[in-house]
């Protein structure tokens, strides 16, 4: 008995979950059966991460720091609920044998819907119209016209799996798609019709820019201040993947000078100002001033009537949401049995 007892509590595993509401933490317990789960409402701090911790795995809202890993020296699989993981310094993981895995598809449908949602919000003045019925029951017409978009040119930027659904929906809308990729899929292209062109191009040609790139140091304040001076006046932007992809300081100038028709975001630079559970500033001084000026910017977004703000929830959908906890089950299970699935593959030698 005692040795059938030690072998079953071998395949146990201390696992920690974050960022985790009431309806995900039963379908994880039913799912992770025979381990043991610790589950935490808020995102990930260094006050709240454990030594005995095996497995973590975390939202988009969490973001683990070297300092945390030094903390959990047991620490062996980081399961992203997500498909991206910028939130994870995945050099430092992986020189400690820390594996990372991730969600590769659970919503290209689901953020695309959503990317679409904006931008239609934002091109027929829905909000705007909403609001002037509710007030006074009066408008102006002029004040809430709109722009069709059908036969208008939409630059996509990034054509993985929801870049891709997001071109087939502008298509069904009659719209001319553009788009740049930094790895070029000509196969899908040809399927979608589509044309890739450069950067600069894009900016220049499109009355639409929607953004669907990870983030990388390729990537990272994409749209910056020589991007903006290459648009179209009256341009409108959308931005459902990472906040980091654009400069938001050169988004507010772009804004003032009139530049900017519409923006649509459902992530930004700083975002954990606007959730339940923001950020503890920390004792750095530069980080400090960091997430101040960040805090500062989504307070001149917010006030700007030009800009629709959502709190990073393009994903959440009761059929997305249900993969992603489905696929994080699997995930973890995989790694109780010896086979790592979706890991985040990292090259040290770029990292040196």
Known sequence: IQCILLIYYSTMANIHIYDSSDEERGILEHGLTGHFLTFYPAPITIGIVSPDAEIISIFVSST????????????????????????????????????????PSYGESTVAEYTFSLLLLLTRKINESVKAIKENMFFDPVKLR????????????????????????????????????????ETAAHMFGFTYVSKEELFKQSDIISLHAPLTDGTRHI??????????????????????????????????????????????????????????VKENVEES?????????????????????????????HEAVARIIETTIQNIRDYGNGVITNKVTVDLTQNT
């Open 64 to 103: 683990v720091t070297i300092e945390m890993l030094d903390k959990m020296p047991n620490l062996k699989l980081i399961a992203c609920r997500s498909a991206g993981y910028n939130n994870v310094p995945i050099y430092e993981a992986e020189k400690r044998g820390i594996h990372i895995v991730v969600v």
């Open 223 to 280: 749209l910056n201040e020589e991007a903006f001076s290459l648009m179209k006046d009256s341009v409108y932007i959308i931005n459902t993947a990472r906040g980091e992809l654009i400069d938001t300081g050169a988004l507010l100038v772009a804004l003032n000078n009139n530049k900017i028709a519409g923006v649509g975001l459902d992530v930004v630079e700083g975002e954990e100002f606007i959730k339940e559970n923001p950020v503890d």
């Open 146 to 185: 709109g722009i069709d978009l059908f036969g208008k040119k939409i630059g996509v930027i990034g054509t993985g799996r929801i870049g891709k659904r997001l071109i087939s929906i502008a298509k069904g809308f009659g719209m001319d798609v553009i788009a740049y990729d930094a790895y070029e899929n």
């Open 289 to 317: 001033a960091k997430l101040l000026r960040y805090s500062s910017n989504i307070s001149l977004l917010i006030k700007d009537d030009r800009v629709l703000l959502t709190p990073h929830v393009a994903y959440n959908t």
